[in-house]
C-alpha cells in the first residue's frame, strides 16, 4: 500500500507561482512513475504532468508546457510540481498518482485569481 498527500495548494494572482508537494509513506515511490492530474469543477480529471522512475523522462500536458515542472526526490519519497506563470484556467484540484499499481492522493486546491 501506499499513501499520499498532496499539500502546497492555495490561492494567487495570475502570473504567480506555487509548487506542489505530493508526499509518499507506506512504501518507497523508488520504482513508481508519478503523475499529477487536475480536476476543474464540472470537468473530467485530466493528465497534467508525469515522470518516469528514474526522473530522467517527463511528459506534459500542451497547456502547461512551458509552465510546469514535475520532479522528483528520491531520498524524501516526494514528487514536486513547480507551476510558475498560473492563469485562471488552472484553478482545479490537484492530485498526484502512481502508474502501474494505481495509488491516487487526496488532492489539494489551486485557485488563480484574475
Known amino acids: 500500500q501506499v499513501q499520499l498527500v498532496e499539500s502546497g495548494g492555495g490561492l494567487v494572482q495570475a502570473g504567480g507561482s506555487l509548487r506542489l508537494s505530493c508526499a509518499a509513506s507506506?512504501?518507497?515511490?523508488?520504482?513508481?512513475?508519478m503523475g499529477w492530474f487536475r480536476q476543474a469543477p464540472g470537468k473530467e480529471r485530466a493528465f497534467v504532468a508525469s515522470?518516469?522512475?528514474?526522473?530522467?523522462?517527463?511528459f506534459y500536458a500542451d497547456s502547461v508546457k512551458g509552465r510546469f515542472t514535475i520532479s522528483r526526490d528520491m531520498s524524501t519519497n516526494t514528487v514536486f510540481l513547480q507551476m510558475n506563470g498560473l492563469k485562471p484556467e488552472d484553478t482545479a484540484v490537484y492530485y498526484c498518482?502512481?502508474?502501474?499499481?494505481?495509488?491516487w492522493g487526496q488532492g489539494t486546491q489551486v485557485t488563480v485569481s484574475s
Open positions: 498518482r502512481t502508474y502501474g499499481d494505481v495509488y
Open positions: 507506506g512504501r518507497t515511490l523508488i520504482s513508481y512513475g
Open positions: 515522470i518516469n522512475w528514474t526522473g530522467v523522462s517527463t
